[in-house]
T-cell receptor, first 109, second 114 residues
Framework: GESVGLHLPTLSVQEGDNSIINCAYS??????FIWYKQESGKGPQFIID?????DKRQGQRVTVLLNKTVKHLSLQIAATQPGDSAVYFC????????FGAGTRLTVKP | DADVTQTPRNRITKTGKRIMLECSQT?????MYWYRQDPGLGLRLIYY???????NKGEISDGYSVSRQAQAKFSLSLESAIPNQTALYFC?????????????FGAGTRLSVL
C-alpha cells in the first residue's frame, strides 16, 4: 500500500556538522511534501515544504531535495546546532495526511 | 497565547470511562485534525474535519468519536476508554487553499488509561 517512511530511526551528529535525514515514499502521484520538527514535549512544527515540480528548495540552514525517480526526499541541516535535536517527520500531501515514524536527531557537543 | 490549545494537557482515567479531549484554535482555520502518537509509530490520524459539521474518518478511528460544532473547536471522545488508548494525542489545524497541507499543532494531551 501507499506509505511514507524514513530510512533510519536515529541519527547522531557532532555540533557543527551537516545532518541528512532521509525519507522514502511509494505514491508516485504525490505532488507535495512537508518536513516537520518535533521537539521534546511539543507538537510538530512545520520546517519546509517542496512541490514535485522542484528538485531542491532551500530555507534558513535547511535544504530539501526531492528525487522523483527513486521516490526519495531528504532534509539537510547545515552546521547542526544543539537546538536542532528533535524528531523529524516527512509527510505526504493527502487530505488524510500520512506521517512517517520519524528520525530522532541527536546533536553531540 | 497558543494558537492551538488542547485541554487537558494530562489525563489519567480508568478502563470503561468516557472522556473528552478538547481543542480550540484562534487561527481562523477551517480544517482540524486529531492524531495519536505512540513511541516508534509516529503520528496516526484519527479523525479530521474540513468545516463545521464535516467529519471524516482517519487511519485509526475505531473507539473514537469527534464533534465539530464550531469552526474554532474540535473535540475528541473516547466512549469507553481502554488501556491501549494510552498515548499522546495531538490536535492540528490547517487553512484551505494553497497552504492546506501545512498543519499547526497543539502541545498535546498525554492520556493514560489504567
Amino acid at each position: 500500500g501507499e506509505s511514507v517512511g524514513l530510512h533510519l530511526p536515529t541519527l547522531s551528529v557532532q555540533e557543527g556538522d551537516n545532518s541528512i535525514i532521509n525519507c522514502a515514499y511509494s505514491n508516485s502521484a504525490s505532488d507535495y511534501f512537508i518536513w516537520y520538527k518535533q521537539e521534546s514535549g511539543k507538537g510538530p512544527q512545520f520546517i519546509i515544504d517542496i512541490r514535485s515540480n522542484m528538485d531542491k528548495r532551500q530555507g534558513q540552514r535547511v535544504t530539501v531535495l526531492l528525487n522523483k525517480t527513486v521516490k526519495h526526499l531528504s532534509l539537510q541541516i547545515a552546521a547542526t546546532q544543539p537546538g536542532d535535536s528533535a524528531v523529524y517527520f516527512c509527510a505526504e500531501n493527502r487530505d488524510d495526511m500520512r506521517f512517517g515514524a520519524g528520525t530522532r536527531l541527536t546533536v553531540k557537543p | 497565547d497558543a494558537d492551538v490549545t488542547q485541554t487537558p494537557r494530562n489525563r489519567i482515567t480508568k478502563t470503561g470511562k468516557r472522556i473528552m479531549l478538547e481543542c480550540s484554535q484562534t487561527k481562523g482555520h477551517d480544517r482540524m485534525y486529531w492524531y495519536r502518537q505512540d513511541p516508534g509509530l509516529g503520528l496516526r490520524l484519527i479523525y479530521y474535519s474540513f468545516d463545521v459539521k464535516d467529519i471524516n474518518k482517519g487511519e485509526i478511528s475505531d473507539g473514537y468519536s469527534v464533534s465539530r460544532q464550531a469552526q474554532a473547536k474540535f473535540s475528541l471522545s473516547l466512549e469507553s476508554a481502554i488501556p491501549n488508548q494510552t498515548a499522546l494525542y495531538f490536535c492540528a489545524t490547517s487553512p484551505t487553499g494553497v497552504a492546506k497541507n501545512i498543519q499547526y499543532f497543539g502541545a498535546g494531551t498525554r492520556l493514560s488509561v489504567l
